[in-house]
């Protein structure tokens, strides 16, 4: 079988590389370039991902070539992100990533000449009735299944995983064990196109700044401001600069550019128990036809884990309802959905307003 691995530096994608050569495979590696270079703010500092690559590379003798995907990335994924954020959504720049960069242009431009791509995603396949379906990952905490919830039937047909039955203890222990040089190395946190700017200072480039109130929503008054509602979230508690704290973000008026927040931890205004979802995306199928409501567990980018739920289908609109409450229901985030054992990833919609 010929495989393209993409490599990345870290510890996970360079495991994924031993894995393969153990199995006896001969992987061609990738190593996707979007760091915008001729951008001193936004180029990405990959000296260190390049110099572990190639070391991985010569220590198994395997060809490393570098797809140089700037263009495509800033076309898409950036241009989708400074879109969500002027419209007052909270963007999923990782999932439109995987989507539209690793499993898309990368496709087009080099992984159609293989008959699988290789990647350090926690998560796993499984092929049922003919079809290949995305599965979770061992590692209930390093699972990626959420940020590979908007890919499609063909993408996860052609992906391995080969670490996704590993808890994230095990890859390390194996990164020791064969003196791989990404063995202790941190995992990456953030956006890479961000590079050495911050992700508020990038947001500004393109939507400046609009000084607006912050208003607490059970009383109205107003008790702070604000530099525009583009630079908060649904759920933010973090940068508001209000004293008397903690206050979360629960609302924003776009139009008058007002950021409603409330008080307290436990206050009722933080959470929902449902919202519904834009342009459902199944993976591979859908399951469950046309039955109207049916029992899943789900997960957003507040829940730190899968959670059970009811998946209402009201005429193709998905609607989703949790008996237990929602922290920072952020319209422009993705509802991922699974079936009710957690074993599988359905698909996933963008949460609307």
Request: proline share 3%; hydrophobic share 35%; aromatic share 10%.
């Amino acid at each position: 079988m010929k495989i393209a691995a993409l490599i990345s530096g870290g510890v996970d994608s360079s495991v994924v590389v031993h894995l393969l050569c153990e199995q006896g495979y001969r992987p061609d590696l990738f190593y996707i370039k979007i760091g915008m270079e001729d951008d001193t703010e936004l180029s990405c500092t990959a000296e260190e991902d390049m110099e572990i690559s190639n070391i991985i590379a010569k220590k198994y003798g395997l060809h490393l070539e570098v797809i140089n995907l700037q263009k495509e990335y800033w076309e898409q994924v950036v241009a989708y992100t400074i879109d969500r954020v002027r419209r007052g959504l909270t963007p999923n720049p990782d999932v439109m990533c995987n989507k539209l960069i690793k499993f898309g242009c990368f496709e087009e431009k080099a992984g159609k000449e293989y008959d699988k791509t290789a990647t350090g995603h926690y998560a796993t396949t499984h092929l049922i009735d003919h079809r290949v379906w995305l599965g979770t990952a061992k590692d209930p905490i390093k699972d990626q299944t959420d940020f590979l919830a908007q890919i499609n039937a063909l993408q996860v047909s052609r992906l391995m995983f080969p670490i996704g039955h590993l808890m994230k203890r095990e890859v390390r222990q194996i990164a020791s064990a064969a003196a791989l040089p990404s063995a202790c190395r941190k995992d990456s946190q953030g956006i890479c196109f961000l590079g050495k700017i911050r992700y508020n200072d990038f947001i500004r480039r393109f939507l400046g700044e609009k000084e607006g109130k912050v208003v607490e929503l059970e009383t109205g008054k107003i008790i702070g401001s604000h530099k525009g509602y583009w630079f908060h979230t649904i759920g933010q508690r973090k940068g508001l600069g209000i004293s008397g704290g903690p206050w979360f973000v629960v609302r924003k008026d776009i139009h008058e550019n007002t950021l409603y927040v409330s008080h307290g931890y436990d206050t009722e205004k933080q959470y929902g128990n449902e919202f519904r979802m834009n342009d459902f995306h199944f993976i591979t199928a859908n399951p469950w036809k046309e039955t109207e409501q049916v029992s899943i567990t789900f997960k957003i980018r507040h829940t730190e884990k899968r959670q059970p739920g009811i998946l209402y289908n009201e005429q193709g609109t998905y609607r989703l309802v949790s008996p237990q409450p929602i922290q920072g229901i952020a319209p422009g985030q993705f509802g991922v959905i699974y079936d009710a054992e957690e074993q599988l990833c359905i698909g996933s919609g963008e949460i609307a307003l």
